[in-house]
């Protein structure tokens, strides 16, 4: 029903900053909640962030938490992430997801974008 297309990766230094975009399309993303996940070299995915449909509410995981914010403009149906004072430790492949806001908390997801890689050098 929805179509994510996530963008904005990139090679960045430790310290820098990065947007990333996810573009949706189908009728049901506004009534969706939003998130990204991310999977680094090695590593399992994680929960990043989400934000309720109506943008209202957000919860982060505790790694970025004070430097990471989601945010979502539904008239564009998009939905981003700016992460600042990135780490090394941040380097992975970051994916878009949709779903419910308890699901994506739960890191259950009824949709998925390609992913987009997110490097942080030292």
């Known amino acids: 029903q929805v179509q994510l297309a996530d963008s904005g990766g990139g090679l960045v230094q430790a310290g820098g900053s990065l947007r990333?975009?996810?573009a949706a399309s189908g009728r049901t993303f506004t009534t969706n909640a939003m998130g990204w996940f991310r999977q680094g070299p090695g590593?399992?995915?994680?929960?990043?962030?989400?934000?309720?449909?109506n943008g209202v509410s957000t919860?982060?995981?505790g790694s970025v938490k004070g430097?990471?914010?989601i945010?979502?403009?539904?008239a564009k149906n998009t939905v981003y992430l700016q992460m600042n004072?990135?780490?090394?430790?941040?380097?992975?492949?970051?994916?878009?997801?949709g779903g419910s806001?308890?699901?994506?908390?739960r890191g259950q997801c009824d949709y998925w974008g390609q992913g987009t890689q997110v490097t942080v050098s030292s």
């Open 20 to 22: 990333l975009s996810c």
């Open 43 to 53: 590593k399992e995915r994680e929960f990043v962030a989400v934000i309720s449909r």
């Open 59 to 61: 919860v982060y995981t």
């Open 67 to 69: 430097r990471f914010t």
């Open 71 to 74: 945010s979502r403009d539904n």
């Open 85 to 97: 004072s990135l780490k090394p430790e941040d380097t992975a492949v970051y994916y878009c997801a």
């Open 101 to 105: 806001y308890g699901a994506l908390l």
